[in-house]
T-cell receptor, first 112, second 114 residues
């Protein structure tokens, strides 16, 4: 089985930087996604890491350490519209199938 | 707009009934994925089809089934519905099934079982 852990909730101030962590345990690891989901809406793809290191995309960056089973999503220059849930999802390859498993998500509240 | 369409947007039905949810993937995408999102369990992967063939299976109940048609649209059939099946059902699509694939989600179908 798989185990994905993220903090349930976080609060940060507009204009600040916030780091959302995700730890996982899985076999056949094939990559890690980060998605943003506003309440009542579909998830939106943010990033995908398959190799160790930092991937930067505008205000958002994602980091992966496969040996530690650890990833984080870094959001800079926070805006009110960044208030959403952030889902960490792990892809693995098992029994000839690829599978994606989502964490329960981190609800981020950005305050003025 | 992701390019993935789902119908209907909302569905209200009774326990014991059967419903069919429909998904049209983005133009050119061959893979379709189905997910269930409920308040208590978060987002759960149900099943994936690639070019008409079942490719991966997640936490899909035996009362649920899916298929992908030659025109690549997909349907998720939910039968003998229970109150606990009330959830948001998302469809996602991707170009193929390669390791670097990104999935694009549709707007979802909100199912309420009374």
């Amino acid at each position: 089985g798989q185990n994905i852990d993220q903090p349930t909730e976080m609060t940060a101030t507009e204009g600040a930087i916030v780091q959302i962590n995700c730890t996982y345990q899985t076999s056949g690891f094939n990559g890690l996604f980060w998605y943003q989901q506003h309440a009542g809406e579909a998830p939106t793809f943010l990033s995908y890491n398959v190799l160790d290191g930092l991937e930067e995309k505008g205000r958002f960056s994602s980091f992966l350490s496969r040996s530690k089973g650890y990833s984080y999503l870094l959001l800079k220059e926070l805006q009110m519209k960044d208030s959403a849930s952030y889902l960490c999802a792990v892809r693995n390859y098992s029994g000839g199938y690829q599978k994606v498993t989502f964490g329960t998500g981190t609800k981020l509240q950005v305050i003025p | 707009d992701s390019g993935v369409t789902q119908t209907p947007k909302h569905l209200i039905t009774a326990t014991g009934q059967r419903v069919t949810l429909r998904c049209s993937p983005r133009s050119g995408d061959l893979s379709v994925y189905w997910y269930q999102q409920s308040l208590d369990q978060g987002l759960q992967f149900l099943i994936q089809y690639y070019n008409g063939e079942e490719r991966a299976k997640g936490n899909i109940l035996e009362r649920f089934s899916a298929q992908q048609f030659p025109d690549l649209h997909s349907e998720l059939n939910l039968s003998s519905l229970e109150l606990g099946d009330s959830a948001l059902y998302f469809c996602a699509s991707s170009v193929a099934y390669s390791l670097w694939e990104t999935q694009y989600f549709g707007p979802g179908t909100r199912l309420l079982v009374l």
